[in-house]
C-alpha cells in the first residue's frame, strides 16, 4: 500500500518574490561588508618611477607596478589577494598606475608624463597588468597581463623570483 502523500506547502507570487527580494538584500549586504572587510583601497600611487625604481633597488628589489583601471574587479582582486599582503609584510616595492587617469608620472628616465601615456608607451592595454621594472625603468621579467585566478600566486611568485635574478644581475 503507497504511503499517504504529503500536503505541498503552497507559496503565492507575492510571497515568492518578497522571499527573492529579502534573499537578495542578504546577498548584497554579505557582497558589500565583505568587500568593506577585504579593504579594496588602491596601493601607493606610482609618482615618481626614478624615486621609487631608486628605493626597490636600495632593497635588491624590482619595483612591481600594478596598472589598474577604476572599478575593475580582477584589479581589486589582484591588489587584495596577491600585492597588498606582500606589500604590508615589506616583501615587494609596489606602486598602482590608473590606466586611465591624466596624473602627471615622472618616468624612469626624469621626463613628466601621464600615467595614461605612460601605459600607452609601455603598451599595457589589459587591466590589471603587473610590471617588474629595474631601476632604469626596464622590464626585469615578464608582465603578467589579466588575472588567471587559480594558478595566479604562482605565476607572481615566478615572475618575482626572475626580476629578482635579473636585477641581481644588472648591479
Not at 598602482?96 to 609601455?122: Q, Y
Amino acid at each position: 500500500m503507497p504511503a499517504p502523500a504529503l500536503p505541498r506547502p503552497t507559496v503565492t507570487v507575492p510571497a515568492r518574490t518578497a522571499l527573492f527580494r529579502l534573499a537578495a538584500c542578504a546577498l548584497l549586504a554579505t557582497a558589500a561588508g565583505t568587500a568593506l572587510a577585504a579593504g579594496t583601497a588602491h596601493l601607493p600611487a606610482a609618482t615618481d618611477l626614478a624615486a621609487h625604481g631608486a628605493e626597490a633597488a636600495r632593497r635588491g628589489e624590482p619595483l612591481v607596478v600594478l596598472v589598474s583601471m577604476p572599478g575593475c574587479g580582477y584589479c581589486d582582486a589582484v591588489r587584495r589577494n596577491y600585492l597588498g599582503p606582500q606589500a604590508a609584510a615589506g616583501e615587494i616595492a609596489v606602486r598602482e598606475l590608473d590606466l586611465t587617469a591624466a596624473t602627471p608620472l615622472r618616468d624612469a628616465d626624469g621626463s613628466v608624463t601621464t600615467a595614461r601615456d605612460w601605459a600607452r608607451a609601455h603598451q599595457v592595454r589589459v587591466a590589471p597588468t603587473v610590471l617588474f621594472l629595474d631601476r632604469q625603468g626596464r622590464a626585469a621579467a615578464s608582465p603578467l597581463r589579466g588575472m588567471q585566478p587559480d594558478f595566479y600566486g604562482a605565476y607572481l611568485e615566478q615572475a618575482l623570483d626572475q626580476a629578482r635574478a635579473a636585477i641581481a644581475t644588472r648591479r
